[in-house]
């Protein structure tokens, strides 16, 4: 079975500008969580969506959204990029939820590799 | 709110030797608790992972952790480390609120030849 894959790998952009990044979650996963990682701030948790809807948010600006389609597929927007919003941005996908709410594995993907200039 | 503490930025041991990681965790429940590594360039990898049940859990790659509530630690060990072990181990805590992860800050482990 195909893991998590995440597009692009790599991205530069400059400040100012918005960047939307890509997700495709293993095959029969139904959520997808996004986290970004720094050298100063760690794993942080941005978001999850479950069957198109965002269930969580993490403590994050309103420059960062997301969406998730009908095909689980997971796309990520960070608008007027700022410097700090250089980072290594992860999708993770988790079968579907169990209504005894018991955690599934996270699953990663390689991540994208963001910087701002 | 769960929080995770890895009080060890690096550790740095010889190849062969044993190998243990330190994990604190802050949750107010039950925890479920996974061990992640992260090679260079890479995404995170499952380890291991406790949800209940034998508080000695088994994962993959040789590695084992054992949960102690008393403590409020779970300790990542192996017994034998090779060459190919180094990189960056995270322990987690999953959150009740949604599904969602917190993190520690991790631990770099080098292995000296």
């Known amino acids: 079975k195909a893991g998590v894959t995440q597009t692009p790998r790599y991205l530069i952009k400059t400040r100012g500008q918005q960047v939307t990044l890509s997700c495709s979650p293993i095959s029969g996963h139904r959520s997808v969580s996004w986290y970004q990682q720094t050298p100063g701030q760690g794993l942080q948790f941005l978001f999850e969506y479950f069957s198109e809807t965002q269930r969580n948010k993490g403590n994050f600006p309103g420059r960062f959204s997301g969406r998730q389609f009908s095909n689980s597929r997971s796309e990520m927007n960070v608008s007027t990029l700022e410097l700090g919003d250089s980072a290594l941005y992860l999708c993770a996908s988790s079968l579907l939820w169990g209504g005894n709410e018991l955690p599934y594995e996270q699953y990663f993907g390689p991540g994208t590799r963001l910087t701002v200039t | ?113």
């Open chain 2, 1 to 113: 709110a769960q929080s995770v503490t890895q009080p060890d930025i690096h550790i740095t041991v010889s190849e062969g030797a044993s190998l243990e990681l330190r994990c604190n965790y802050s949750y107010g429940a039950t925890p479920y608790l996974f061990w992640y590594v992260q090679s260079p360039g890479q995404g995170l990898q499952l380890l291991l992972k406790y949800f209940s049940g034998d508080t000695l859990v088994q994962g993959i790659k040789g590695f084992e952790a054992e949960f102690k509530r008393s403590q409020s630690s779970f300790n990542l060990r192996k017994p034998s480390v090779h060459w190919s072990d180094a990189a960056e181990y995270f322990c987690a805590v999953w959150g009740n609120a949604g599904n969602m992860l917190t993190f520690g800050g991790g631990t770099r482990l080098m292995v000296k030849p």
